[in-house]
């Protein structure tokens, strides 16, 4: 006896060919799997990266950036914030958790809108998870007024 599926021959209910065969279901399942899983890590990687080089750019203007809080831009994938008169703080807008992007600066803390992480506004440190592990701090200098990642 062989294994081999003659045209015509009778299938089972899941579209199947049989032991030998695989069906047109299996195939077109996994292939939509494998296209999601693909179009997923795509864009997880496109937000979560990891900004090419800041070193040398303004980022901010020390003027708009609030004592006791701070800003998110979107744009650099940063948030600056000044705990207190005169010391301004950069880190990274990419939530430690799973790659958000951090979007807003209240009450002494980074807030991640996905799952709730919050980050302490003086040295990014966790203060609410999910996440375990603090924000990237970039060193800072302000120049003619703007904040600069040095």
Do not use: W
Not at 9 to 28: F, H, I, M
């Amino acid at each position: 006896m062989t294994n081999e599926v003659t045209p015509g021959a009778p299938r089972d209910d899941a579209g199947s060919a049989g032991a030998a065969g695989v069906g047109r279901r299996t195939v077109l399942c996994g292939a939509g799997a494998a296209g999601a899983a693909l179009l997923a890590a795509g864009c997880a990687t496109n937000q979560n990266e990891e900004p090419k080089d800041l070193s040398g750019k303004q980022v901010a203007k020390a003027a708009d950036i609030p004592v006791g809080g701070g800003k998110a831009f979107a744009d650099a994938k940063v948030v600056v914030t000044q705990p207190r008169q005169g010391a301004f703080k950069a880190f990274t807008a990419i939530c430690t958790h799973q790659g958000c992007l951090v979007n807003k600066v209240s009450n002494g803390v980074i807030k991640c809108p996905c799952h709730g992480s919050e980050f302490t506004i003086a040295d990014g440190s966790v203060a609410h998870g999910p996440a375990s592990r603090p924000l990237k701090e970039y060193p800072v200098q302000v120049k003619n007024g703007g904040i600069v990642i040095s």
